[in-house]
């Protein structure tokens, strides 16, 4: 499974943002958990929200909860994250992962750059 991120970019504080992930290879895309991850520098790689393989309800950190969405499209292999209301502190690289209930099955992409900055 490939994963390709885009959509990143520098954007001021209060504005919106979407990120996407699309997934390529031999694969079922409902086989797998979803998640956005992010990092920023000097921190640890985080989780920002999840939809698992057999849920319909994503999951959210806090610290983006109310402000950030998360979507999926079967039939573009795609996922996305919304990001409304950025702040600075949003700042970082976005990771999306795709993991599976065996080994093996745990695939990354190489992360888009979001800034957050006046």
């Known amino acids: 499974v490939q994963l390709v991120e ?13 990120v996407s992930c699309k997934a390529s290879g ?3 895309f409902s086989w797998y958990d979803k998640s956005w991850f992010r990092q920023a520098p000097g921190k ?3 989780l920002v929200a999840r939809i698992s393989s057999i849920g319909t309800r994503p999951i959210f950190a806090d610290s ?9 499209d079967e039939s573009k292999n795609a996922i996305y994250l919304q990001m409304n209301s950025l702040k600075p502190e949003d700042t970082a690289v976005y990771y999306c992962n795709f993991k599976g209930q065996y080994a093996g099955m745990d ?8 800034t957050v900055s006046s």
């Open 6 to 18: 885009s959509g990143g970019g520098l954007v001021q504080p209060g504005v919106s943002l979407r």
């Open 26 to 28: 031999q694969f079922t």
């Open 44 to 46: 640890e790689r985080e």
């Open 64 to 72: 983006v909860k109310g402000r950030f969405t998360m979507s999926r």
């Open 107 to 114: 695939y990354w992409g190489q992360g888009t750059q979001v």
